[in-house]
């Protein structure tokens, strides 16, 4: 017999293990959105703006529980009940982050598979069209949840450390506040993300559809505040970015006065109404869309 | 086995026009052809197949599975390759086809094992690591096919899959598609090059206008019931002999054409040539290639 090795084509071998079926295709969609959103395993250029924003939307809580625990280090008094420092006031700082991320990500997450015609993947994969969109949507929920509820747990966190009556005792007692910015988190994510969804369902390339996304929601926050300082209550209705930040201050009954729609004296639940209406409104769009494409 | 697909009377129409009229067969297992100039309603019956588009008339079964109703279940048994592009350009081949499977429901590690086999399979090991934004149009086809495959489907569906290739990149394409029967996965390419369709199909569905012309194992389709011999000789006087015999047979450029139209035809034309005692340079049946057969069945001609 030969000493010689031998080379044998090992030719095909059929999986013999066990299928996952529905729910893992919708899992691995969601972590691929994830993955697109924040530029994972692809080149270091498609990370720089979701981690900075990312960066931007943290680093304050991270500054303001810095802050406030050296000034209880060296002066006496209730840091924990600061105007800036509260979970209500913190949504406006991650505000512009979140609806640059929407305006970003969005797009990411539907324009490349539609316009590189991936989608003809998923339609030889156990998959529907809502399992397609959800998982997408779903991927945008948890990144959106990351820019919200990291720095508000980091802030959550920081104020039961500076109240009195011990740590543990503080996390338990104000649970309720991380019910509330979960909910409103929920507002936000409705608000910012239906209408970048509703963009990339129409949209062809990134660019524009990021362009279009943030000029419809400027200028249309322009023009509410020109009609309504005119007069025109209704015309308050149009200012979409001011919406989530009514019902947040519904949720944690706080007030912000420079919200177009406050100002107007628009009840609450208009704005409520308002954002479920474009978020029905873009999964409508996306639904008739996607229904002959997938 | 099963028929792999089963359509009844499948219809399709966009608006006003029909894609689809009337479309009844039963696709065996094994590899299947779907021949058809542009238009013929292949791309049409291949999107039904996989539930992406609902008959308007009609029903099918993909795998026994009834695509309109239960799109998931045909949809985890199969693989399509579609004519136009399907691959994620910013991402590398290697995470796509990990991705590819993982859809399909593969865990995770076997999901990367399958990528890496498939990949290597198609010639792509090597390249595995490149952003799919890098790929040749070669390398695209052939990483489509491996996104078709990569969850061991049972049924592969693969639709114009030489488009845009080379000579030699086409001879590699249709050679990996003759391997998949080997493989026990159920082949239907969809094409109008039907020279392609010969080399990699042993049975063929000839679509035209949206309706199905001709269906049948491609040795049958090629077969013809005409015997052509060539002699040495002049072939006048053998030529005479079979017609007074009762033969059917024309003469063209020296080429006896024998009908093969009675029981002992063969007979006779052994007996005849063995009298007249000529010199046979060629004798066999009739080619015929399955251009020639759709040419035919377009014009009413058996």
């Not at chain 1, 969804?197 to 129409?202: D, K």
């Not at chain 2, 290697?94 to 290597?120: C, H, N, W």
């Not at chain 2, 799919?132 to 489509?144: I, N, P, V």
């Not at chain 2, 080399?199 to 309706?211: I, K, P």
Request: hydrophobic share 50%; glycine share 10%; with cysteine.
């Amino acid at each position: 017999m030969s000493e010689r090795g031998a080379v044998y084509d090992l030719g095909y071998k059929p999986h013999e293990g066990p299928r996952l079926g529905r729910g893992a295709a919708v899992r691995v969609t969601v972590k691929d959105g994830l993955r697109r959103m924040f530029g994972l395993r692809r080149r270091a250029r498609k990370k720089i703006l979701p981690f900075l924003l990312l960066g931007i939307a943290v680093l304050p809580a991270i500054v303001f529980v810095g802050f406030l625990f050296l000034a209880s280090q060296i002066a006496t008094g209730d840091f924990a009940d600061t105007p800036f420092a509260n979970h209500a006031a913190y949504f406006d700082i991650v505000a512009g982050t979140v609806l640059l991320f929407c305006a970003l990500s969005g797009p990411e997450l539907l324009i490349p598979d539609r316009v590189e015609g991936v989608l003809a993947v998923y339609s030889s994969r156990p998959m529907t069209v809502f399992d397609y969109l959800g998982a997408r949507a779903g991927a945008l929920g948890i990144g959106v949840g990351f820019f919200v509820l990291v720095p508000q747990i980091v802030l959550y966190v920081g104020l039961a450390s500076l109240r009195d009556g011990g740590f543990l005792t503080n996390l338990i007692t104000n649970a309720e506040d991380l019910f509330q910015v979960v909910l409103a988190t929920v507002v936000y994510l409705v608000a910012y993300g239906a209408p970048a969804f509703l963009v990339a369902v129409y949209a062809k390339r990134l660019a524009p559809a990021t362009g279009v996304y943030l000029g419809a929601f400027f200028g249309l926050q322009a023009v509410a505040d020109g009609f309504t300082s005119t007069g025109n209550r209704l015309a308050a209705i149009a200012a979409l970015a001011d919406h989530p930040g009514v019902v947040r201050d519904w949720i944690f009954d706080s007030t912000s006065v420079d919200l177009v729609p406050t100002r107007a004296d628009l009840a609450p639940w208009v704005s409520l109404v308002v954002i479920a209406a474009v978020g029905a409104l873009a999964l409508a769009a996306a639904v008739r869309r996607y229904r002959t494409l997938l | 086995m099963d028929a792999v697909v089963v359509a009844d009377a499948l219809g399709h129409a966009y608006g006003d026009i029909v894609a689809l009229h009337h479309v009844t067969l039963e696709i065996p297992p094994g590899r299947v052809g779907l021949v058809g100039a542009n238009g013929a309603g292949k791309t049409t019956l291949i999107r039904i197949l996989l539930g992406i588009l609902d008959p308007t008339l009609g029903s099918v079964l993909v795998l026994g599975s009834d695509p309109q109703r239960d799109a998931t279940a045909v949809r985890a048994r199969v693989g399509y390759m579609p004519e136009g592009d399907c691959l994620p350009l910013s991402q590398t081949a290697a995470d796509f086809m990990v991705y590819a499977a993982e859809l399909a429901g593969i865990p995770g590690k076997a999901a990367r094992q399958r990528a890496s086999d498939v990949l290597t399979l198609v010639g792509l090991h090597e390249e595995r690591f490149r952003q799919l934004s890098e790929f040749s149009t070669g390398m695209k086809q052939r990483a489509k096919l491996a996104q078709a495959i990569v969850h061991d489907p049972d049924l592969v569906l693969l639709d114009e899959p030489t488009a845009g290739l080379d000579p030699e990149g086409r001879d590699e394409m249709l050679g990996l598609i003759a391997r998949l029967g080997g493989f026990g996965i159920n082949v239907i390419t969809s094409s109008h090059v039907l020279t392609d369709i010969e080399r990699t199909c042993d049975w063929v569905v000839m679509l035209d206008g949206g309706s199905v012309l001709r269906e049948g194992p491609l040795t049958s389709l090629l077969d013809t019931d005409t015997v052509e011999i060539e002699l040495f000789d002049d072939p006048t006087a053998v030529a005479e002999t079979l017609n007074r015999a009762g033969a059917d047979v024309t003469v063209t450029h020296g080429t006896i054409a024998v009908q093969v139209d009675r029981d002992d035809t063969y007979d006779l034309i052994r007996d005849t040539l063995a009298a007249a005692n000529v010199a046979v340079r060629r004798m066999g049946t009739r080619a015929q290639t399955l251009e020639d057969v759709f040419l035919r069945s377009e014009e009413g001609m058996p």
